[in-house]
């Protein structure tokens, strides 16, 4: 193994994967920290749930996975977090991030969540999510982490002990030689910005030799290179079993594909609403069943509107409605393949990791791109597919394009 990933939630974990394959490395997603031996790869994907979990567990599972990773042989570890760099004013990336390089040995941290292909950059450490800073981008109305500052130093300084700083896009354009001469001596979290792939190329570049890097999947975009790894085309075939869209984001982009795709549905959808399923309402094996029994492929969702969010959040708790939400789709997820269904498209990170650990995936192989960031995955052993899509991802009719992948179709349906 040349490349170690400790991703903070699963969508994250499938998106660097991607994109680590995608860039010439055989990569391979696992869910938890493996107990079993699946062979050699060029680069492994560990997918923890760790990005709204307390701040010790968060750091003690990161740091199990950095210590399997390295007995794999990976010499470089990055840590994904999301692209819109998802937190709390108390962690949970700054607390991992430090734990991280101090067990490396790191000195000085490369930061950069940018993802232009998906409208993320970032420059004199704002990031931006297309032509809005993050805080106007609809994330600050995030049910978990809400994200109201765009200053990526101000968002990562309550986080961490060590000193953070910048490395401003007039040195990122001189290129690789330019942002490793700005580099601190030591102890910093160096937010690099980035607003185009070749920047993401030579971030890359630069951070050759470094033990620890910090972002989102285009931080990986110019890793392969420095290790000079290439794979084969890919041999994905995908299913074309019974399908099932799970929805339990609450993000501007996938409420906007919930819609579209219920103009399409012929009326094989089924919205879940907060206070039936705090009550009890809802039977996984019997809404399973309805979904077998579809003709078109059926979407199940909790995707409402932020303020209809924050209301029941105040009636029944944040914690207690979340909780509720993903363990029924991880029940739902588990029935639905109990009675035949092959292929799962789960939009959300909390809910994609719901569902993963209710099936209890143990490692996934990475096939064709349906969008930027998001892979069709195939469960090893099993002839379950899957697509695990970050809520902000996707073009509108991003569910249509998944079924048609995960049905065997090598290239995005346009």
């Avoid at 060590?162 to 040195?171: G, I």
């Avoid at 099932?244 to 982009?253: E, F, K, R, T, V």
């Avoid at 939400?325 to 990791?353: K, N």
Wanted: proline residues 5%.
């Amino acid at each position: 193994m040349k490349i170690g990933v400790i991703a903070d939630d699963f969508t994250g974990a499938s998106d660097i994967a991607l994109m680590l394959r995608s860039n010439g490395m055989n990569a391979r997603q696992f869910v938890g920290v493996p107990t079993t031996d699946f062979g050699e790869v060029d680069a492994g994907v560990v997918s923890l749930k760790s990005r709204t979990c307390p701040i010790e567990e968060a750091v003690s599972n990161s740091l199990s996975a950095c210590d399997w990773l390295l007995e794999q042989g990976a010499e470089q570890i990055v840590l994904k977090v999301c692209s819109t760099f998802d937190s709390t004013p108390e962690g949970n990336i700054g607390p991992v991030a430090e734990a991280l390089a101090e067990r490396l040995g790191e000195p000085v941290v490369l930061v950069c969540p940018a993802f232009p292909a998906n409208g993320r950059s970032v420059f004199q450490a704002h990031l931006f999510v297309g032509d809005k800073l993050l805080n106007q981008s609809g994330m600050q109305n995030h049910p978990l982490t809400p994200m109201t500052e765009p200053d990526l130093r101000k968002v990562l300084k309550p986080q961490t002990s060590w000193e953070v700083s910048n490395v401003p896009f007039s040195v990122v354009c001189q290129g690789a030689e330019a942002i490793r001469d700005s580099m601190p001596a030591s102890k910093q979290m160096v937010i690099v910005d980035a607003i185009q792939n070749q920047d993401l190329m030579e971030i890359g570049a630069a951070a050759k030799g470094r033990k620890l890097l910090v972002g989102g999947s285009g931080i990986a975009m110019g890793l392969p290179a420095n290790f000079g790894t290439t794979v084969e085309g890919n041999d994905w075939e995908g299913k074309q079993g019974k399908a099932l869209i799970l929805s339990g984001s609450c993000s501007i982009a996938t409420r906007g594909q919930v819609e579209l795709y219920r103009q399409t549905a012929d009326g094989a959808v089924l919205e879940l609403k907060a206070d039936q399923m705090i009550a009890g309402a809802y039977a996984a094996k019997e809404i399973a069943d309805w979904a077998v029994a579809q003709d078109t492929a059926p979407m199940v969702y909790s995707s409402a509107d932020p303020g209809i969010v924050k209301k029941a959040q105040a009636k029944f708790g944040r914690e207690e409605i979340a909780s509720a939400f993903e363990q029924f789709f991880s029940q739902l997820a588990c029935a639905f393949v109990d009675a035949g269904g092959e292929r799962l498209i789960v939009a959300g990170g909390e809910t994609s990791g719901a569902v993963v650990e209710g099936l209890s995936v143990a490692a996934m192989d990475v096939g064709p791109e349906i969008a930027p960031g998001v892979p069709a995955l195939s469960v090893v052993g099993t002839d379950t597919v899957l697509a695990l899509k970050s809520g902000n991802f996707g073009e509108p009719n991003f569910f249509k394009q998944a079924l048609a992948v995960l049905g065997g179709e090598n290239a995005r349906s346009q």
